[in-house]
C-alpha cells in the first residue's frame, strides 16, 4: 500500500537506471537499499527511525538497509550484476513482511550493525522505489550466473537456497 507521499517518490523501471546510480566516482557511497512499506511508514516520527531484531524483537538504532556502494574488490565489473545481486539477496523480505513491502532506495548514513551485520542506517533522501520489471531483469542476470549453490540469503527455505559466504 503506497501512501500518498510516498506515490511523489519517483520509480526506477530499469536494472540499468539503477546501476547507473552505483557508477559515478563515489560508487554509490552513502546509497542504500530497503525492504519495506515505504519511506512514509518508516520515517514516521523520524527521530526514531528503527528495526527490530527478528529473532528477539530488541529495537535497533537505525533501519536494517542494504549498502549498494560498490566494494573496491568488486573492480571493473558489472554495476548491472552488482545491483541485482544485492536485489537478489534480500527479494524474499517481502513475502515474509506481507503486503506492500516492495524495494526502495535511500540516501542515509549508517548508525550501527544489525545482529546479522546489516548496516542501521538513518534515512537522509528518499531516492526511488524499484519496479518489478528491475525484479524480473534481476532475476534473469542472477540465473545467467548459473551458480546452483547459490540464493538469497531467506533463513526460512521458502524462497531458496541459504546464500553462502566464499
Known sequence: MTTPEDADLRTIERLDDLAELVSGPDRGEGLY?????????????????SSRDGLTGVPL?????????????WGDRSRRLWVARRLHDYRHLRHQRGPGVR????????????????????????????????????????????????????????????????
Open 33 to 49: 537499499l530497503r525492504w519495506s512499506r515505504g519511506p512514509t511508514a518508516d520515517l514516521a516520527g523520524s527521530d526514531d527511525q
Open 103 to 166: 524495494p526502495w532506495v535511500l540516501r542515509a548514513e549508517e548508525r550501527g550493525r544489525g545482529p546479522d551485520n546489516e548496516p542501521l542506517v538513518v534515512c537522509r533522501e528518499p531516492v526511488a522505489w524499484v519496479a518489478e520489471s528491475v525484479l524480473a531483469d534481476c532475476d534473469r542476470v542472477v540465473a545467467e550466473q548459473q551458480a546452483d549453490d547459490w540464493g538469497p540469503l531467506d533463513r526460512s527455505g521458502e524462497e531458496g537456497r541459504a546464500g553462502r559466504a566464499g
Open 61 to 73: 538504532p537505525g533501519l536494517s538497509a542494504n549498502p549498494l556502494r560498490v566494494e573496491e574488490w
